[in-house]
């Protein structure tokens, strides 16, 4: 559970729409559910080049379908271009605990989520669309709103004119305290349909008393217009970004086709309504 650092009715991530543990009514219904979602189990294998280092390089393309091209200075770009740990990386808790695979995810994304329990789901997605704005040096647009007043707290007025990375680090952390899955899901606009889809679109659901968020970290489309994605996670408690399996098509896994009614990820449930886009 995240830590609340002033004296404000706030309430974090875990405690009000958290991103992790639902409570035992909500775990009940989602056992259920993903229980339905288990048809057919796959590790992925099948799309997998072992030697590939990045997202791109790592997961393969099903037969017809083909990557969008970005350039270097693209969101898009730097998403498929992310770090990947060696194949057979587990994925690490903020403690240095192991999540153990349990086929939910095939990959681990190669960066370092510090030693607090902070970095979790809404926070990995808002730290990835930060990260790109800070490796552009667009400092001026990397802005996230608390949910304590729906007010944007900037990095330009944290920084103070230090923009080293010790700084930002600091900057992301107090952002991950105070924002989260609710304060995230009403900040981001609405993907009209799933058609529309976009690299760094996110799938989030506030919950009432819990919540969760996925980002699109790479997108295909072939011939006919078909689009899928890869979709990626962190979770409660605080853990490293994570490529998600697909548990409902061994044919397609880790690739999703998102053009669905529901749509069922290893450890949540979203719906076409959920997907968001950045301004």
Same mark, same amino acid.
């Given at each position: 559970m995240k830590s609340i650092y002033v004296l404000l009715p706030l309430f974090s991530c875990q405690v009000f729409t958290g991103c992790g543990q639902p409570n035992p009514v909500a775990s009940k219904t989602q056992s259920t559910e993903l229980a339905a979602a288990q048809p057919v189990r796959t590790d992925g294998s099948q799309f997998i080049d072992p030697d590939g280092t990045t997202v791109k390089s790592r997961i393969l393309l099903p037969q017809g379908f083909k990557r969008l091209s970005y350039e270097a200075g693209e969101f898009g770009y730097f998403l498929e271009n992310l770090p990947l740990y060696p194949i057979d990386q587990e994925v690490h808790y903020y403690n240095g605990k192991i999540k153990p695979r349990n086929n939910i995810y095939n990959s681990v994304v190669k960066l370092d989520i510090g030693k607090r329990d902070l970095h979790q789901c809404a926070d990995a997605v808002m730290r990835l669309r930060a990260d790109y704005l800070y490796q552009q040096k667009r400092?001026?647009?990397?802005?996230?709103?608390?949910l304590s007043d729906g007010k944007p707290r900037t990095y330009t007025n944290y920084a103070k004119g230090d923009?080293?990375?010790?700084?930002?680090? %600091?900057?992301? $952390?107090?952002? *991950?305290a105070y924002a989260n899955t609710a304060s995230l899901h009403d900040e981001l606009p609405n993907v009209k349909t799933t058609q529309e889809v976009k690299i760094g679109d996110t799938f989030i659901q506030k919950g009432s008393s819990i919540g969760h968020?996925?980002?699109?970290?790479?997108?295909?489309?072939?011939?006919?217009?078909?689009t899928i994605v890869l979709l990626a996670q962190s979770y409660m408690p605080a853990q490293?970004?994570?490529?998600?399996?697909?548990?409902?098509?061994?044919?397609?896994?880790?690739?999703?086709?998102?053009?669905?009614?529901?749509? %069922?990820?290893? $450890?949540?449930? *979203?719906?076409?309504?959920?997907?968001?886009?950045?301004?």
């Open positions: 400092y001026k647009d990397i802005k996230f709103n608390f923009y080293s990375y010790p700084t930002y680090w %600091k900057y992301l $952390e107090y952002i *991950f968020a996925i980002i699109v970290v790479d997108l295909a489309k072939n011939s006919a217009g078909k490293e970004i994570q490529i998600l399996n697909n548990w409902n098509n061994s044919k397609l896994s880790p690739w999703y086709d998102i053009d669905q009614d529901i749509i %069922k990820t290893p $450890e949540w449930t *979203f719906y076409p309504k959920n997907l968001k886009t950045w301004k």
